[in-house]
């Protein structure tokens, strides 16, 4: 159909326009169905209601661009189809009155006259074109056509076509008995429709800014829902906001270290249960040492590329983060953990232990320390930028900035370094169990992240006495320990 | 993993230029330096991991004697012949115990965390039980 080619010319003239301004009504459904929308409507006042919007929206965008030809079949927004309910009637009565207003000025009123010509005659503007010029205007009260920028009829917002037609609107126009009235009439109709035309775009742009508003709360709610489910997968690895190519690239590598952790895990359990020899057990054993050697290695490739990235601990999952020291887990404190687990143990091995945990902990001091000097160099350097010398100032800052992956790359020595000591102090066997529990150590602490990812917000710890509250999850509880109670 | 070099180590790879006066080469004025006290750190006053290597010595009760290389009138060149000899990427902090080349910090610390370091402090008479 024509009109409908016309109206894919004009989306494909005012599409990037759109899709800039991410419309979210049926604006695409509704260019390739104008005809639906156009007969469906009640009654050609409606139609043209929804046209006017339709140039408002193409004057929006356009900016009254006058080459362009925003033909009234293109946009036909349906969400703002109700907010055009005065129209209908008064079109309709006056249609048939013939005017001499056609706005040569403003191409509105001549606008809508030949759009009223075109929804009563054909959807097809050239036609429509030619016969609104030969037909009489309706007075400019159908302020149908008001608002609209470019006077379709045949759609060409182009400056000869539209005044072709208003000239000879006027003629005929002209010869009727009101010519004195003529004027003011016109007038009146040219303010009227001014007025219009900006409500029009008002509604139109605000319209605009609410679907817009759903739209990016959407997306953020279906961001959040990704990130979540990504804690659950891969123990927080690519949850993270705004990541590096660096810090995704060791998000996806230590994803698949903690996949291996796993079998490495399984292997050690097999191992031990099947009581397989000393020298056996020392081939597995001597294997996980390796498994993490291999991610000492990738943090430090990693701490190149984005030191940031693993000393806020982004690659990790949001418990293990809460206990982060420069960039990784504290020795010391996987040793005091250890103590207690790797009974029993032989005088020399607890002194041996104990000189770890002791060397570790005063070698933690000291990196912590020495960080805490860079970050207060960093603070002063920072803080007595000039504004002559800014630039100076961040050269030097972002020199102290290259530090920092200094101080992950020691600190990961310093772990790597202890779990090689704890190698070297314990037998086989007590190694075995040992890398066991770090290893059942850490995946609990992931665990008990998505546990506190996954649970339920409003729940709170509820006595027999204690206060009621309205939210369904804890009158939810309330019942189900009402139902354990019964046993 | 620590490395022990004996005092005059350099010498065998290192070749005198023929005409050099003893007091100026810098290799020279290290080992003489790093020989003159139990435990010798070569550090900068800039340096955030020299602070915290320092740090180290004196949680462990150790008081090294420090030279800060950016003061020094021929501080660049005692740079470079300090880089060269940690082998690495930074000229600092470079430690010597006993006159003998221990490393930079992850030497150092590595030593520690091995238990190595401490029987090696106490041999240069900078510890005491």
């Known amino acids: 159909m024509a009109s409908q080619r016309l109206g894919e010319a004009a989306l494909s003239e005012s599409g990037p326009s759109h899709h800039h301004h991410h419309i979210p009504y049926s604006l695409p459904h509704m260019l390739h169905h104008p005809n639906t929308s156009f007969i469906n ?32 079949t293109t946009v036909r927004p349906a969400a703002t189809l109700e907010m055009f309910p005065s129209w209908p009637m008064r079109f309709q009565q006056h249609t048939p009155r013939g005017s001499s207003k056609s706005g040569e000025e403003s ?40 608002g609209v920028d470019s006077p379709r009829t045949g759609g060409s917002q182009t400056q000869p076509a539209a005044k072709q037609a208003p000239e000879k609107r006027r003629g005929p126009g002209s010869n009727s008995e009101k010519v004195l009235d003529a004027k003011t009439l016109r007038r009146l109709a040219q303010n009227r429709e001014a007025a219009r035309k900006s409500r029009l775009r008002k509604k139109a742009y605000v319209q605009q800014l609410e679907s817009s508003r759903i739209r990016l ?154 960080l805490e000097q860079l970050q207060q160099s ?29 101080f992950v790359r020691q600190a990961d020595n310093l772990r790597q370094q202890t779990l090689h000591q704890l190698r070297r102090i314990l037998t086989v066997r007590q190694a075995a169990r040992c890398f066991l529990v770090i290893g059942e150590y ?28 309205t939210t369904t999850d804890l009158q939810m509880v309330q019942s189900s320990q009402n139902q354990f109670s019964n046993f | 993993m620590h490395n022990y070099y004996e005092t005059g180590w350099w010498s065998s790879s290192y070749n005198y230029p023929a005409k050099r006066s003893v007091g100026t080469d810098p290799f020279e004025r290290i080992e003489r330096m790093a020989s003159a006290s139990a435990v010798v750190m070569f550090s900068m006053s800039t340096c955030c991991m020299c602070h915290a290597l320092k740090r180290l010595f004196c949680g462990m009760g150790v008081n090294p004697t420090v030279y800060e290389v950016d003061e020094d009138p021929r501080g660049n060149e005692l740079e470079r012949a300090l880089k060269r000899l940690s082998g690495g990427t930074s000229a600092v902090p470079l430690v010597f115990i006993g006159g003998k080349l221990v490393g930079a910090m992850d030497s150092v ?16 008479g900078a510890l005491w039980l």
């Open chain 1, 378 to 406: 960093l603070i002063d350097t920072i803080a007595n930028g000039s504004i002559n010398d800014s630039m100076h100032h961040m050269a030097v800052a972002l020199g102290k900035l290259s530090n920092l992956e200094g």
């Open chain 1, 107 to 146: 191409t509105d009123s001549g606008s809508a006259v030949n759009t009223l010509s075109t929804t009563r005659l054909e959807p097809d503007s050239p036609i429509s074109r030619k016969t609104s010029s030969d037909h009489r205007l309706p007075p400019p009260q159908m302020d149908t056509g008001s």
């Open chain 2, 109 to 124: 610390m590595a030593s520690h965390i091995s238990g190595t370091l401490v029987p090696l402090l106490k041999e240069a």
């Open chain 1, 442 to 469: 850490y995946g609990r602490l992931r665990a008990l992240s998505s546990l506190w990812a996954s649970r339920p917000r409003e729940t709170l710890i509820v006595d027999d006495s204690s206060c009621q509250t």
């Open chain 1, 41 to 72: 409507q009640e009654g050609s006042a409606f139609d043209f209601g929804e046209l006017e919007e339709a140039i408002v929206l193409q004057g929006v965008k356009i900016n009254n661009d006058e080459t362009k030809q925003p033909l009234y």
């Open chain 1, 217 to 370: 709360t959407q997306l953020e709610q279906d961001l959040q829902r990704a990130r979540s489910q990504g804690l659950f997968l891969g123990g927080g690895g690519v949850a993270g906001g705004n990541i590096s190519s660096g810090g995704a690239i060791f998000d996806m590598e230590y994803a698949r270290w903690l996949e291996d952790d796993h079998r490495h895990m399984s292997e050690l359990r097999t191992a031990l249960q099947a009581h397989l020899s000393d020298g056996d057990l020392r081939v597995i054993v001597d294997g996980y040492i390796a498994h993490y050697d291999e991610i000492f290695r990738l943090k430090g490739v990693a701490a190149k590329s984005d030191v940031f990235h693993l000393i806020t601990g982004m690659w990790t999952t949001p418990a293990e983060r809460c206990f982060l020291w420069m960039g990784g887990f504290r020795p010391s404190d996987l040793i005091k953990m250890l103590i207690t687990q790797l009974d029993p143990l032989t005088e020399q091995q607890v002194m041996g232990i104990y000189g770890l945990q002791q060397s570790s902990q005063q070698a933690e001091e000291a990196l912590s320390q020495g």
